[in-house]
Every structure is written in structure tokens, then in C-alpha cells.
């Protein structure tokens, strides 16, 4: 390995205890083993490498792996463990096969989780190199960690062309919030934001050109906008495609063009934002059967009445979205954006407010915790 000499062997690091509550189960602790690329096996250690942490983004995977509510597919091999997965930090250790990696011992990089939503909430971290990227010098690694974070919303953005009308369902949040700035970037000609706060998403950077407060209005049912349908939806909060149909059902006009016109509706969520998944039946159930059988009826049956469903899935096992990302913002064509401006402190109560702030769902940007300064050692 090619590593830095002073590595400690302990660490500072938050400890979830259990599946449970945030109160009872999260703390920062100063006696946390330091992970290193020694104790990987040897096709994990060939990817890998460990980082300094500067800071953490979370993300909903990370409430929900505390909750336990989906032990069984996304919980952690063994008790306690580090929760967090998308950060940003210096790199102080390699393989051995270095040499043939894009990355240097003292780089700056940013990456997300691969296995799980865990590891990254400690003051090192092991990080894969095949979903990481050296982070722009002008860009604090607070806003990086946000970046990686909101990195799907440049999945979504590609199925959108140039000049379309699109509707973002959840345009307040850590997705949401820089998926417009990015279809700003891609020349769409009409931008709605549905948010509990209208007037974030119409100010900049965000800078809809129209937004609806979802606890006011139902965007589903403005005429405005049965007239002149939206080509996209993006569903970022869940429960939009029942919405919808509930609409349909009631023989309301559409705010969505259909599939034979060219109308889609996206999304990253299945309808439940909250939901239990203990097996693999369940995730079939959550998952892959909704989302066949809509596909399959919005391309055939029903293509001339609603609009084609699809579910993107928008974590690659490669970097590309990150790095496009990181090129958006060195065009100023993206800022990133973090909840009330501020990352939160690596207390335990800086972390559990996290935590609490991420779980209630109505962030405004990312929630990110910030670990350590890039300069220190």
C-alpha cells in the first residue's frame, strides 16, 4: 500500500448502536478503530482507497438503514457501525496498484457509497475509487460532499431534452434543488417547481419559473396546466403516479402530455416515501413489479391516455455522473446547495439533528456534516 505515515490507529466517529430511534442509537465516539485497506479483501482492496473525511452528505438510505425498516437488504453486517455514504476527504492511502488509478496520496476527491449508506461518517473513510473524483480546487469540500450526493439528478436530467415544459415533484430537496439547476443547463423552455416553499425554488440558484406550495395547491388539478401539459414529470417525493391517476380516473384533463405525444413521468421513488422491506419478495413487490407493469400499460394500452412511466436507476458503478456534475459547477451552471446554508457540526447532536432534519423530508438542499477542515492533519 501507499499510505501516509501517520495514520492514527483510533478515530473519532459516529456509532449507530442498533436499528431504533435517532436519540437512543447515534453518538459520536473517540475510540472508533481507524479502517484500513489491509483488513479488504484483496478484489476490494484493489478499488479502494482511504480518505481523511472533510465532510458527509446524507441521503434518505441513511435514516432508513437506522430505522431497520429494510434490515434485511440494506442493514449493516454487524453492530455498531458508521453510518454516512457520500463524502468528500483527502486521500492518504492506495493499493498497491496505484499507479494505474487517477488518484494521488494527498488528492482531494469526492465519492459516494457503493455496498450501503455507511463508512463514511468518521474522520477516515474508505471510499471506491471506481465512484470517486477529484474535486474542482475552487470548490469547498462541503459543497463536493452535496454534490456527490445530488449526483442521480444528472441521470434524470439526460432523459430530458432541450426545450421541454417539466414539472419536479419535490423541487426543494437534496435532488430536487440542483436536478433544476441542471435542466436550467439543458435549455428547458418551462421549469415548475412543487415545493412547501415556493418562493427557495423560484429564487436563485434554483430559479424555477413557476412553483406551486403543495400544502395549498394541488398541482394536479390547476387548469392552467391541463391546457398546456407539461412533456416531463420528475417525481422526487413519491406518491406522484397515484396522483396522477386519481386524476385520470376522474376524468380530469392531464397536466402531463401521454406517451403516443411524447409525455413521460420519471421518477427515483416508489410510491410509499416510508416503506418496509424485509425480503425479496417485498422488494419485487416495491420495486420491479410496479414498475414493469407500468411501463408495459403506458407503452401499450394506455399510450394514448397517460404518459410512460419509467423508474431511473440513478447510481451507476462508475463516476461519470459525478464527474459531469463537477463540470456543470466549473461552468457556474451549478451551485451546491445545503440545508439553511450551513453544514452541521460532528457532535452528536450536530449529527442527530442531522439526522432528525434528513428524516422529517423537508430539507432545503442537502444535509451535510462537516468532519474536519481539507488542512488538517
Not at 450501503?116 to 469540500?141: C, F, H, K
Not at 433544476?180 to 417547481?193: D, H, T
Not at 412553483?211 to 417525493?237: H, M, R
Not at 462508475?318 to 457540526?345: C, M, V, W, Y
Amino acid at each position: 500500500m501507499l499510505t501516509t505515515p501517520d495514520i492514527p490507529k483510533i478515530m473519532k466517529a459516529v456509532q449507530g448502536k442498533d436499528f431504533g430511534e435517532i436519540e437512543a442509537m447515534l453518538s459520536v465516539e473517540k475510540d472508533v478503530p481507524v479502517p484500513r485497506l489491509a483488513d479488504l479483501a484483496a478484489k476490494e482492496r484493489a478499488t479502494s482507497m482511504l480518505i481523511r473525511t472533510h465532510a458527509v452528505a446524507l441521503a434518505p438510505g441513511d435514516v432508513r438503514v437506522l430505522s431497520g425498516r429494510t434490515r434485511e437488504m440494506q442493514g449493516p453486517p454487524s453492530f455498531p457501525y458508521i453510518p454516512g455514504g457520500d463524502c468528500c476527504g483527502t486521500v492518504v492511502e492506495l493499493p498497491m496498484n496505484a499507479k494505474d488509478l487517477p488518484f494521488s496520496i494527498g488528492d482531494r476527491v469526492a465519492a459516494r457509497f457503493v455496498d450501503g449508506p455507511r463508512g463514511a461518517l468518521g474522520e477516515y473513510a474508505i471510499v471506491s475509487t471506481r465512484v470517486a473524483d477529484l474535486v474542482p480546487e475552487s470548490l469547498a469540500s462541503e459543497e463536493a460532499a452535496a454534490l456527490v450526493s445530488a449526483s442521480p439528478a444528472m441521470s434524470l436530467a439526460e432523459l430530458v431534452s432541450k426545450g421541454e415544459r417539466v414539472l419536479v415533484l419535490g423541487a426543494a430537496g437534496g435532488v430536487g434543488s440542483h436536478l433544476c439547476q441542471i435542466l436550467r443547463a439543458r435549455s428547458v423552455s418551462f421549469l415548475v417547481g412543487v415545493s412547501d416553499s415556493p418562493m427557495h425554488v423560484m429564487a436563485p440558484p434554483i430559479s424555477c419559473d413557476a412553483a406551486v406550495d403543495y400544502t395549498k395547491e394541488d398541482i394536479f388539478a390547476q387548469v392552467e396546466f391541463q391546457v398546456n401539459p407539461f412533456d416531463t414529470i420528475i417525481d422526487l417525493a413519491s406518491n406522484g403516479w397515484p396522483r396522477l391517476l386519481q386524476s385520470a380516473n376522474i376524468k380530469h384533463s392531464l397536466i402531463v402530455k401521454p406517451a403516443v405525444a411524447g409525455g413521460r413521468f420519471l421518477t427515483l421513488t416508489p410510491d410509499q416515501h416510508s416503506f418496509d422491506c424485509h425480503s425479496l419478495w417485498q422488494l419485487l413487490q416495491l420495486f420491479v413489479f410496479p414498475t414493469l407493469w407500468r411501463a408495459f400499460l403506458t407503452r401499450t394500452w394506455y399510450r394514448s391516455r397517460l404518459p410512460a412511466y419509467k423508474y431511473v436507476l440513478a447510481l451507476p458503478d462508475n463516476n461519470e455522473g459525478l464527474r459531469k456534475t463537477f463540470e456543470l459547477n466549473k461552468a457556474n451552471q451549478l451551485s451546491a446547495i445545503l440545508h439553511n446554508n450551513n453544514p452541521f457540526p460532528f457532535t452528536t447532536q450536530g449529527v442527530r439533528e442531522a439526522f432528525r432534519v434528513q428524516e422529517s423530508r423537508h430539507t432545503k438542499g442537502k444535509v451535510v456534516v462537516h468532519v474536519a477542515d481539507a488542512d488538517v492533519s
